[in-house]
T-cell receptor, first 112, second 115 residues
Framework: QKEVEQNSGPLSVPEGAIASLNCTYS??????FFWYRQYSGKSPELIMS????GDKEDGRFTAQLNKASQYVSLLIRDSQPSDSATYLC????????????FGSGTRLLVRP | DVKVTQSSRYLVKRTGEKVFLECVQD?????MFWYRQDPGLGLRLIYF???????EKGDIPEGYSVSREKKERFSLILESASTNQTSMYLC??????????????FGSGTRLTVV
């Protein structure tokens, strides 16, 4: 079992729809969770972080965390073609506060 | 804004060459990391450093070494480049303490091709 698992996609949604990206992790000691966006040929950029169970909203983005189920998700409302990218889930290792483990990413395509 | 600068965007090297990838950050971050990214395998940690002259192996250190002589600079060295080291190499940095509050800041990446 991978430490951080994501569906590779592609996830295809029409413009204006809600895109839902999911991630599961295996280390119950993990405390910090991040979503990065990576455009093709570019480096990852941080878009959301979450540390407590529940929802965290930032503009069109909402991160959701459920530690009991070891599940973190990212919702993108009013999806735009510019949101088309690969989204990486990252989780800190329970035995280390500063080491992150990355999922392989989910590719999102937003159709105009 | 924190800037993490990688010296080369694209590199082509020959098998057996010694290759140096340089990374510089300008925000006094304690932690620096080298990852490689390959399709289907995601980001894999090669080495990281939590202080000057301090380093620890990541998940795939074989064939690589690192150097951190100054706080702002972290170098990745491919001792004898091989074709299976063709990849995108990403440098990242973060604060000490509770850096995971802020995650990592990545450099723009170096796409290395070994022929």
């Amino acid at each position: 079992q991978k430490e951080v698992e994501q569906n590779s996609g592609p996830l295809s949604v029409p413009e204006g729809a809600i895109a839902s990206l999911n991630c599961t992790y295996s280390d119950r000691g993990s405390q910090s969770f991040f979503w990065y966006r990576q455009y093709s040929g570019k480096s990852p950029e941080l878009i959301m972080s979450i540390y407590s169970n529940g929802d965290k909203e930032d503009g069109r983005f909402t991160a959701q965390l459920n530690k009991a189920s070891q599940y973190v998700s990212l919702l993108i409302r009013d999806s735009q073609p510019s949101d088309s990218a690969t989204y990486l889930c990252a989780v800190n290792r329970g035995d280390s506060s500063y080491k992150l483990i990355f999922g392989s990413g989910t590719r999102l395509l937003v159709r105009p | 804004d924190v800037k993490v600068t990688q010296s080369s965007r694209y590199l082509v090297k020959r098998t057996g060459e010694k290759v140096f990838l340089e990374c510089v950050q300008d925000m006094d971050h304690e932690n620096m990391f080298w990852y490689r990214q390959d399709p289907g395998l995601g980001l894999r940690l090669i080495y990281f450093s939590y202080d000057v002259k301090m380093k620890e192996k990541g998940d795939i250190p074989e064939g690589y070494s690192v150097s951190r002589e100054k706080k702002e600079r972290f170098s990745l060295i491919l001792e004898s480049a091989s074709t299976n080291q063709t990849s995108m190499y990403l440098c990242a940095s973060s604060f000490e303490g509770v850096p995971t509050l802020y995650g990592y800041t990545f450099g723009s990446g170096t796409r290395l091709t070994v022929v």
